[in-house]
Nanobody, 120 residues
Framework: QVQLVESGGGLVQPGGSLRLSCAAS????????MGWYRQAPGKQRELVAA??????TNYADSVKGRFTLSRDNAKTVYLQMNSLKPEDTAVYYC???????????????WGQGTQVTVSS
């Protein structure tokens, strides 16, 4: 069984920083990409940043230059969020696209979500 465990959300003032972490565990054959999505009230879930197993990163335009996604090993990613704005307020979800065995389909797994609130 695959689990994505997130940590690091909270309340921060505009201009502040937070660091989110996500660790994947369980029966995993290969992770193809990991990253973060977010969902604000009344809005659709959107990609924030993702990294492939080859190290290629992709960022939403709204966070470029402020957020940095990094990978500690094949199963742990971090999202460093600087210069936070009130519009960054959302529930942030970790995502991993992976196979649990050589013959299984690739599938998206999700964490439980962590709240990030940017407010003075």
């Amino acid at each position: 069984q695959v689990q994505l465990v997130e940590s690091g959300g909270g309340l921060v003032q505009p201009g502040g920083s937070l660091r989110l972490s996500c660790a994947a565990s369980g029966s995993i054959f290969n992770i193809y990409a990991m990253g973060w999505y977010r969902q604000a009230p009344g809005k659709q879930r959107e990609l924030v940043a993702a990294i492939t197993n080859g190290g290629r990163t992709n960022y939403a335009d709204s966070v470029k230059g402020r957020f940095t996604l990094s990978r500690d090993n094949a199963k742990t990613v971090y999202l460093q969020m600087n210069s936070l704005k009130p519009e960054d307020t959302a529930v942030y979800y970790c995502n991993a696209n992976l196979r649990v065995s050589p013959r299984s389909e690739r599938y998206d797994y999700w964490g439980q979500g962590t709240q990030v609130t940017v407010s003075s």
